[in-house]
């Protein structure tokens, strides 16, 4: 709150009643002028300057964000598995040099009808003695929108492999792999089968 100035009129009403009014110390000086004193300027208070550490941009980013890959692409599981048939003839296969003895199409197919189907072919097929087979399942369908979640295309495509690695199917696999291109590519595996004993 700031303080206000005394006008003319209040100043004289001061001197008049210190005229008439007797001191109770009279031994200590009186001043003459009975004016206010001035207000007192504050002084400027500096502020200290903020230390600042040195920096370079990002120095406390971490150097690669971790990447939460749940669950391997398909094409990728099937590679890294182990060559569990003869190596020649797994690189001949790979190339599409060797033709498959049988072949089963699954496209338009449901899974509730695919799965048998392909049971059925795969266990007639070691049954024949064949050791080459070509399963189609075809790519999917590509979706206009995947949403928040991805969901994988293709669900034979998915199911495929999954089923031949489950019994019965189980024991008369040797070894999946995708297609080659000349086979069908990415919508295609061929299944090596166990010779009969």
Known sequence: MTRRRLTSDEIDLWRKVVEKAERLHP????????????????????????????????????AHPVRHDLKPALAESLES???????????????????????????????????????????????????????ITGKGKTKPDDGPIPTPRGVLKHQVPQWLRMPP???????????????????????YLRRTR
């Not at 300027?41 to 500096?46: F, N, Q, W, Y």
């Not at 003869?86 to 498959?100: C, I, V, Y």
């Not at 199917?169 to 590519?185: M, T």
């Open 27 to 62: 031994e200590s000086t009186s001043s003459s002028d009975a004016r206010p004193l001035p207000m007192p300027k504050p002084k400027p208070v500096k502020a200290p300057k903020p230390r600042v550490e040195p920096f370079s941009l990002g120095q406390t980013a971490k």
């Open 81 to 135: 598995a182990k060559v569990q048939m003869d190596r020649k003839a797994f690189t001949r296969m790979k190339r599409g040099k060797l033709k498959p003895d049988a072949r089963i199409d699954l496209h338009g197919m449901r899974v509730d009808t695919a799965h048998p189907a392909l049971t059925r072919f795969i266990l007639s097929a070691q049954a024949s003695g064949h050791r080459l087979v070509l399963v």
């Open 169 to 191: 199917l189980a024991q008369a696999v040797l070894q999946i792999s995708s297609a080659h291109i000349s086979h069908g590519g990415d919508g295609a595996y061929y299944v």
